[in-house]
């Protein structure tokens, strides 16, 4: 019989082989690998209806008829119907305007400050009030370019208008004082040829002949003494 040779034994041994992954390890190992693009998919999502939601609460949200600017009004001035129009737009609660169902009440009106077209209108921007009381008279003056100051002039602004005669002693003779006091209740826009512009004033009655009088013939400067608080 022949014998069969075994290989002689080394000193290394050799290590078994790994186990291949059980079918739950390899779905645990995938779901840790899908979790961070799951999470950013998530955020992404979220992200989306956010804005989703803010664009259609501004453009459907709650949307109401107001009155709006349709020109510019003078501070001062008579607001006609036709210096309005409608708006709708989505208004803040803390935000304070006129419905258009006051449309009519507003047209009469006077403007406490310069309205600007485009602009929406609030309540305190007009009023029902008489521009002068019943112990003043309402005086429009004239002035050119260097006889008022170049700083913008508001209503409510206090003045001073002096007269600027060429024969002082004239005025000294009729007991004209040489400035009276005024408040501004409404400045014109600048005519584009001359920069000149109209200034209604409210004085004393018993001053305003005579600022009309001087007024009419040019001789007139306004000086701003303060504004009113």
Request: some cysteine; hydrophobic content about 45%; charged content about 20%.
């Amino acid at each position: 019989m022949s014998r069969t040779e075994v290989p002689p034994q080394t000193g290394r041994v050799q290590a078994p082989l790994a186990a291949p992954p059980t079918a739950g390890a390899q779905a645990r190992w995938q779901a840790r690998r899908r979790r961070p693009g799951m999470l950013a998919l998530a955020v992404a999502c979220i992200a989306a209806c956010a804005v989703g939601n803010w664009w259609y609460w501004t453009e459907n949200g709650q949307r109401q008829p107001i009155i709006g600017v349709a020109h510019e009004v003078p501070a001062g001035s008579v607001i006609k119907d036709s210096d309005l129009r409608e708006a709708s737009v989505a208004v803040d609660p803390s935000m304070k305007v006129i419905g258009i169902q006051q449309r009519d009440q507003v047209a009469g009106m006077r403007a406490v400050a310069t309205l600007q077209a485009g602009s929406l209108l609030h309540p305190k921007e007009v009023t029902r009030k008489a521009l002068v009381t019943a112990d003043e008279q309402l005086v429009g003056i004239a002035l050119e370019p260097g006889q008022l100051p170049d700083s913008a002039l508001r209503p409510g602004d206090q003045v001073q208008a002096v007269f600027t005669s060429d024969d002082p002693g004239a005025e000294a003779a009729e007991g004209m004082p040489p400035s009276i006091q005024a408040r501004v209740v409404r400045v014109g826009a600048a005519r584009e040829s001359t920069g000149e512009r109209v200034v209604d004033v409210a004085v004393p009655k018993a001053q305003g002949p005579q600022l009309a009088a001087q007024a009419a013939a040019g001789d007139v400067a306004l000086t701003v003494s303060g504004a009113s608080s």
